[in-house]
């Protein structure tokens, strides 16, 4: 089994700002306003703009290049391949790839934090947003802010056990646990390759690197 982590990186050339680059959304927005449980408790309304305008970016952008290569990978591959991605956009999806694992959510889907209840989200949302099931106005973006619990751990942890090969690709691998997972990747045996546009932080924590533009870096890796 083939196990891909990819971070905002992947989607960069679709037109989608990372996140740590410079000029990238944490240069423009407070982190701890925008992508936190508190910020979003002090001004709903700002995190909801912040969203919204993601949303609108991400539903105009097209997969790319690095996009469509996994894909292929995983149509063509006599081998399971899953994507865990920390991405919020859907462009892996778009691309073709079916075994996707969105372990900080989804930009596209909304949650009730008095229910629980999840949707599709509407292509803004605000503050006068009222829950489908229970009426509560405690809509909020279906996204993993910092301190809360990425997605589906037990299925990452299983799959990471069971890899044959761990793939990071446009990570910086600043962000726990997506951060730790090329450790224990190696502990459970696999081989690790990371593809990024420079090596990150955590370089020296794989086996081999590929480095430039993931539009051209994954489609040459991958044929
Ligand atoms: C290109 C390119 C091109 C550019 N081609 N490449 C251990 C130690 C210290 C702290 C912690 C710890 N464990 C947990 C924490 C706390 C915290 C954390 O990690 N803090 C750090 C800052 C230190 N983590 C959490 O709070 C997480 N929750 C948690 O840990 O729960 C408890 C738990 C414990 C044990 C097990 C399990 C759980 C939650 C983290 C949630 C992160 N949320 C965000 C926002 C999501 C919604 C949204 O999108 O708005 O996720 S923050 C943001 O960072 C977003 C991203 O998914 C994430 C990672 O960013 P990414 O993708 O790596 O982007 P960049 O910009 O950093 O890097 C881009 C890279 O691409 C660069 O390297 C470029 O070079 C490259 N690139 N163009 C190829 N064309």
């Known amino acids: 089994m083939i196990v891909i982590l990819t971070g905002a990186g992947v989607s ?16 423009r927005y407070d982190l701890s306003e925008v992508a936190t ?7 709903p309304a700002l995190v909801h703009d912040f969203y919204n ?11 790319n290049a690095a996009h469509r290569a996994l894909a292929r990978l995983e149509a063509e591959a006599d081998e399971d391949v899953l ?48 829950c489908p099931q229970c009426r509560a106005a405690a809509v909020r973006p279906d996204v993993v802010w910092f301190g809360e619990m990425p997605y589906h751990m037990e299925r990452i942890v299983e799959a990471l056990e069971r890899a044959r ?11 726990y646990p997506a951060a730790g997972f090329v450790a224990e990747a190696k502990a459970f045996g696999a081989a690790t390759l990371e593809l990024n546009l420079e090596p ?5 924590g794989f086996d081999a690197g590929r480095y430039g533009p993931a539009s051209e870096v994954v489609p040459a890796w991958v044929n």
């Open 165 to 175: 090969l761990f793939v990071s690709i446009g990570t910086s691998g600043s962000v």
């Open 37 to 43: 449980p508190d910020g979003f408790a002090a001004d």
């Open 83 to 130: 994507i865990v991605t920390q991405n919020i956009d859907d462009l892996h999806e778009r691309a073709g790839s079916r075994s996707v694992i969105h372990m900080h959510g989804e930009l596209f889907r909304t949650l009730c934090a008095a229910c629980g209840a999840r949707w599709d989200a509407a292509p803004a949302l605000s503050t006068a947003d009222a």
């Open 12 to 27: 960069a050339e679709s037109g989608l700002g990372t996140f740590r680059d410079k000029g990238g959304l944490w240069s």
């Open 200 to 204: 990150s932080d955590g370089a020296t």
């Open 53 to 63: 305008a993601r949303r609108a970016n991400a539903a105009e952008a097209e997969p």
